[in-house]
């Protein structure tokens, strides 16, 4: 199955910046990767999904990049807020059993300083 | 907002208990999961199904089990709880397979 690793357990950024999360994967290239927030107690919200033949998507402050030769997807979130603090986390089908399940990464904690 | 609901959001009970966690979706969907969280740990998949009368077990051995009887429900049992059962359960549900899916808030169980 797929390992997926995300960057830093946590990562506190300055409101108004611009924050960037890491999802790398070591097995083979998924069909596409899928982005969702986790709030503390809640479950997983999708924000982005992004296909193997697509090399950017962008949704209001959000745009995720999909690198299938450095096996790494890039999440950014622009002009960031308080609000935009929570658990991210990276998503993608990690088996080729046919079962398309997807795998979830340990996500990173994100913290938006006022 | 998704229509996916799970009852109870919140379960302490005895060692040895039954219990029955329970989830339906509104959204006619087919696939449906039930995952197990620990604190900061990822998600593991425990159990999903392709549809009605359909149940395959995820990559995390589960002593769990599940059903489905109808679309919209996909119900998850213990038949004897223990302290090792304690931890977060969120059932989601998606149109078809690798596309986004929608969660319910979760279950949170402790088991004393």
């Known amino acids: 199955s797929q390992k997926i690793e995300q960057n830093s357990e946590a990562l506190n950024i300055q409101e108004g910046k611009t924050a960037t999360l890491t999802c790398n994967y070591t097995?083979?290239?998924?069909?596409?990767l899928q982005w969702y927030r986790q709030d503390p107690g809640r479950g997983p919200v999708f924000l982005l999904l992004i296909r193997e033949n697509e090399k950017e998507k962008r949704k209001e402050r959000l745009k995720v990049t999909f690198d299938t030769t450095l096996k790494q997807s890039l999440f950014h979130i622009t002009a960031s807020q308080p609000a935009d603090s929570a658990t991210y986390l990276c998503a993608l089908d990690g088996d080729q059993t046919g079962a398309n399940n997807l795998f979830f990464g340990t996500g990173t904690r994100l913290t938006v300083i006022p | 907002e998704a229509d996916i609901y799970q009852t109870p959001r919140y379960l302490v009970i005895g060692t040895g208990k039954k219990i029955t966690l329970e989830c339906s979706q509104t959204?006619?969907?087919?696939?449906m999961y039930w995952y197990q969280q620990d604190p900061g740990m990822e998600l593991h998949l425990i159990h999903y199904s392709y549809g009605v009368n359909s149940t395959e077990k995820g990559d995390l051995s589960s002593e769990s089990t599940v059903s489905r009887i109808r679309t919209e429900h996909f119900p998850l049992t213990l038949e004897s709880a223990r302290p090792s059962h304690t931890s977060q359960y969120l059932c989601?549900?998606?149109?078809?397979?690798?596309?986004?899916?929608?969660f319910g808030p979760g279950t949170r169980l402790l088991v004393l």
């Open positions: 097995n083979y290239s998924p069909a596409y």
């Open positions: 959204m006619g969907h087919d696939k």
């Open positions: 989601a549900s998606s149109e078809s397979p690798l596309e986004t899916q929608y």
